[in-house]
């Protein structure tokens, strides 16, 4: 890639219109966790029963003592009463309590988050390498059978639930091949430190970010064969080939470097997605992240901590969403902040 | 629905992806409609010996699973019930997205601002959580699927139908409608909304085959409706005997799969047929 | 411009393009480019002229093929030559500049960036020394700020400028033959003027020959030497560009001629004379004369067959069995 002397710098952004973007990507965000909250604050109220109910399941508890239990954790006021305590503790990043891990929220979710965020991200590198190579590969190759073969193995990918992708993967590799481990994050009870560890936790992720990552490379393959068949064909595409560019150059500076820029965008609008997804694959594979915290919270009416995945998880998809657009700007020197 | 000369089931049977697409469509809705007259005793019967191999018994011919339940019928009931929450819950989300797309794209101003804010909290909270949360809270029921898929389904539909509603209203038919004193809504339903069709049926068969997987997935998790046996459900309990009957995993598996893939086929069909400025030159 | 005696630059001999084994989009090409000369291949869209630009680039779609005849560069005949030696002379020996400026730069490169690419793809150069000659070009081509300029992204600059980076591109590496195809259609009339005389004056200085592809009969007057003249595929009239438009002798350039508006407002009632008919498509191609069908002149030989290249004068020649004209 070209970095002329004087590349338009991304430092331009510290100045001019871009504090003012900034500005209004922050209050459009905040806007938007506001009715998160409020969505999922009214929503977690629907549930017949409450938390109490829950744990006078567990034990015997008299009517007086739930009551008094409903005093106490504020579940008697009106709900825009709870609703306004809850947000009023929010800004100060007190998520609550969660009976279910008897810690507070916020600890919790600490602990798991780490899991979820390197599920994703690697999800989300690793896919779009290998869906930019199949799609580069498939443009070049229009019409013969390598493209043929290619685009077949996208279509069936991309209609294959990842979950299904999940137990094809348990099968073949843990029970045929018995080479992977099925579950958790690490082996169980292991002391090994550094490099060891990080060994052991790669062996234990290459599964379910493999089974993650099969739908999305299908989209950015087919995504990636049509951008490039589409920028090939371009005015610029003709002029490097007129200049006598070998054509190595001509696809991968000339061309690719273009042909990334919907692929770019369209990361940015799987994040949702691909956090979603990440549930799934973490309850199969009994990985301890958010996904698997938030399906055991509605389980156990865990409402607090429920709310606070949800929040966690939007926001994350919020910052990312926001860095892929900073990354867009980079990348494409046309756009220009009004 | 005639789209130029030719109607377009004609245009999709001619076009490959389409013809196959709507076979396999046409065998899944076939086993659904024949899942009574075939097995008419019901996905939940425990007909005969437990964990049947495909083949071993001729009464059985896709095998049993670990309860004895014939797997054939769990397939052709299951197809009722993965085919019709996915249709019913496209049909509900590109209502919603389709009112919401419309007023916001039509009038503009706060209302678009407001709706659009509303979509992007929508569109932020990752989709599948959502669904659990709904499904988990408010209890399995095959209801509070349809609902809970088209809650998190209809932002796309929306952004779709306010994107053609911007760009057709500013078209002059539709300033004359308004000049002759035509109220909005005559204006949006009549006007424009038949214009924006063809992108909307290009997205509603994504959107049954998304519906179908978000089903089954539910299902697999156990958050399926305990009364209704779908495709998702026959995976879940095929889970625990994984490592010696998978074949109990491999045929709702292949089902799922078949339907899906044909719903995508059809809709690369429909895209190309519908949007030939857009067709890929290749 | 007297043409110098030696052999000329270009050589398009007999040339002939086609979809694989179809019917020829381009037959029996013949024509040369002498150094320091100015060609204009003139003729209505779709009769072959960009085509006949793309092949001796080498440039040519896939699907297309030469299928006969030669094109020789300094004596090297192209056609012969596989696409790894073609590249060592496209950029360098040769270069072409298109019709639209818009688009015909990389967008997410700067300007700068593509004038050194092409330095260091045919020359050995270091990056500082590939920089300091592309301000040189920029500047040799008139664009004002060169040195900030070269930091410029495409989008940033006006179409005129535009076109001037791609004419320094072309440039850069001092090439003997300049293809222009329409290099002046997309841009304002008084950009236009610009451009051309920029392009004759570089050609001046370079002694480069150039190949100027357009339909506009006024530019082929005010910037050409010598033009040449298509009709569906083949060359119909060539010759001096004065001779050829004050005198035209065959009856399609001089219905071309007659076709152009021309009076002022308060002239009244000359209608337009038109070409009456339309241009056969290559599958449809009469099998005598190409033009026959439309020809106010055509008389019962003129169906038998293609009419041959016969001289009509001072270095001009005609594919016409019965020219119109004043004879010499």
């Given amino acids: 890639m070209i970095a002329a002397k004087g590349t338009k710098s991304p430092l331009r952004f510290l100045s001019g219109p871009m504090p003012r973007y900034v500005l209004r990507r922050l209050s459009q965000a905040v806007l938007v966790m506001l009715l998160v909250v409020v969505g999922s604050f009214f929503l977690v109220k629907m549930a017949p029963g409450d938390l109490v109910d829950v744990l006078a399941g567990n034990s015997d508890m008299t009517a007086d003592q739930m009551a008094s239990l409903r005093v106490r954790y504020g579940l008697d006021q009106p709900v825009m009463v709870q609703l306004f305590i809850y947000m009023s503790r929010l800004v100060m990043l007190d998520f609550g309590y969660s009976p279910l891990n008897a810690a507070p929220v916020l600890d919790v979710i600490m602990g798991r988050w780490p899991v979820t965020a390197i599920l994703v991200v690697s999800s989300v590198v690793i896919s779009m390498a290998i869906g930019t190579v199949l799609g580069v590969v498939s443009a070049r190759n229009a019409g013969n059978p390598v493209d043929l073969s290619i685009s077949i193995l996208m279509l069936v990918l991309y209609a294959t639930p990842s979950f299904v992708i999940a137990i094809c993967f348990i099968l073949f590799f843990s029970v045929f091949l018995g080479a992977m481990p099925i579950a958790g994050f690490a082996t169980v009870g292991t002391q090994a430190t550094g490099l060891a560890y990080v060994w052991d936790v790669v062996q234990h992720l290459a599964m379910p970010v493999a089974a993650l990552c099969t739908f999305y490379v299908a989209i950015y393959g087919r995504i990636g064969r049509a951008s490039m068949l589409e920028v090939l064909k371009l005015d610029y595409v003709r002029t490097a080939r007129a200049k006598g560019l070998p054509e190595r150059r001509v696809v991968y500076v000339h061309a690719l470097r273009n042909a990334l820029l919907p692929l770019v965008t369209m990361a940015g609008l799987q994040v949702s997605a691909l956090v979603g997804g990440a549930v799934l694959i973490e309850t199969i594979f009994g990985l301890p992240g958010m996904g698997r915290t938030a399906f055991d919270a509605v389980f156990e009416r865990d409402t607090n901590l429920l709310l606070g995945v949800l929040f966690i998880s939007s926001l994350s998809v919020v910052v990312v969403n926001f860095v892929i657009d900073l990354l867009y700007m980079v990348l494409d020197p046309r756009v220009e902040l009004a | 629905m005639t789209v130029g000369s030719q109607s377009l089931i004609v245009r999709l049977l001619r076009h490959p992806s389409g013809l196959v697409g709507l076979l396999l469509i046409a065998l899944a809705v076939g086993m659904a409609l024949g899942a009574g007259y075939f097995f008419p005793a019901g996905p939940w019967t425990m007909a005969g010996p437990p964990r049947l191999w495909p083949g071993q018994n001729a009464a059985f011919l896709l095998g049993t699973d670990s309860l004895g339940r014939d797997l054939a019928a769990g397939l052709f009931h299951g197809s009722r019930v993965s085919l019709a929450v996915g249709a019913s819950a496209a049909v509900v989300s590109i209502v919603i997205g389709t009112v919401v797309g419309s007023l916001s794209g039509y009038y503009g101003g706060w209302l678009d601002d407001v709706l659009m804010r509303l979509t992007d909290a929508m569109q932020t909270i990752p989709s599948f959580l959502s669904a659990i949360a709904i499904v988990g809270i408010v209890g399995p029921s095959l209801p509070t699927i349809i609902f809970a898929i088209a809650i998190v389904s209809w932002p796309m539909i929306a952004r779709l139908v306010r994107a053609e509603f911007l760009r057709l209203r500013t078209y002059d038919f539709v300033q004359s409608c308004r000049i002759i004193g035509m109220s909005d809504i005559r204006i949006i339903v009549t006007q424009i909304l038949p214009n924006c069709l063809a992108p909307i049926i290009v997205a509603s068969s994504v959107l049954v085959a998304t519906a179908i997987i978000v089903e089954a997935s539910l299902s697999f998790l156990g958050l399926g409706d305990p009364n209704a046996m779908s495709w998702g459900t026959i995976l879940g309990n095929g889970r625990a005997a994984l490592r010696t009957a998978w074949y109990m995993t491999a045929i709702p598996a292949a089902a799922l799969v078949l339907t899906v893939l044909a719903l995508n086929l059809v809709g690369d069909a429909l895209n190309d047929v519908l949007n030939p400025r857009l067709k890929e030159r290749s | ?328």
Wanted: glycine content about 8%.
């Fill in chain 3, 1 to 328: 411009m007297t043409p110098a005696p030696e052999a000329p630059l270009l050589n398009v001999n007999d040339l002939s393009i086609r979809y694989g084994k179809g019917v020829p989009l381009v037959e029996q090409l013949n024509f040369t480019v002498r150094r320091g000369e100015t060609v204009g291949l003139v003729g209505e869209s779709g009769c072959g002229k960009s085509l006949t630009a793309l092949a001796v680039m080498g440039l040519l779609a896939e699907n297309l093929r030469t299928s006969s005849g030669s094109i020789e560069l300094e004596g090297t005949n192209l056609t012969a030559l596989g696409q790894n030696a073609l590249r060592s002379y496209r950029g360098n020996r040769m270069a072409m500049i298109f019709q639209e400026p818009l688009t015909a730069l990389n967008p997410v490169m700067t300007v700068g960036a593509q004038v050194v690419e092409v330095l260091r793809a045919h020359r050995r150069m270091g990056r500082a020394e590939a920089e300091k000659r592309a301000v040189e070009l920029l500047e040799q081509v008139r664009i004002p700020d060169a040195a900030e300029r070269f930091h410029d992204y495409p989008h940033r600059l006006s179409g005129g400028m535009r076109q001037r980076v791609v004419i320094a591109i072309a440039i850069a590496c001092n090439p003997a033959l300049l293809i222009a195809d329409e290099p002046t259609t997309a841009l304002d009339v008084t950009v236009q003027a610009q451009i051309l005389q920029l392009l004759k004056s570089l050609q001046r200085e370079a002694d480069l020959g150039l190949l100027l592809i357009t339909h506009d009969l006024g530019v082929v007057r005010q910037v050409a030497d010598r033009i040449v003249v298509m009709y569906a595929g083949s060359v119909v009239e060539e010759g001096p560009v004065d001779a050829v438009l004050d005198d035209p002798r065959h009856p399609y350039t001089a219905g071309l001629l007659a076709a152009r508006p021309h009076g002022s407002f308060s002239v009244q009632g000359h209608r337009l004379a038109d070409i009456r008919g339309a241009v056969p498509p290559p599958e449809a191609r009469p099998g005598g004369c190409l033009f026959e069908p439309r020809c106010p002149h055509a008389q019962a030989d003129c169906k038998a067959a293609r009419p041959p290249r016969g001289v009509v004068g001072q270095d001009r020649a005609v594919r016409c069995y019965h020219p119109v004209g004043r004879p010499n």
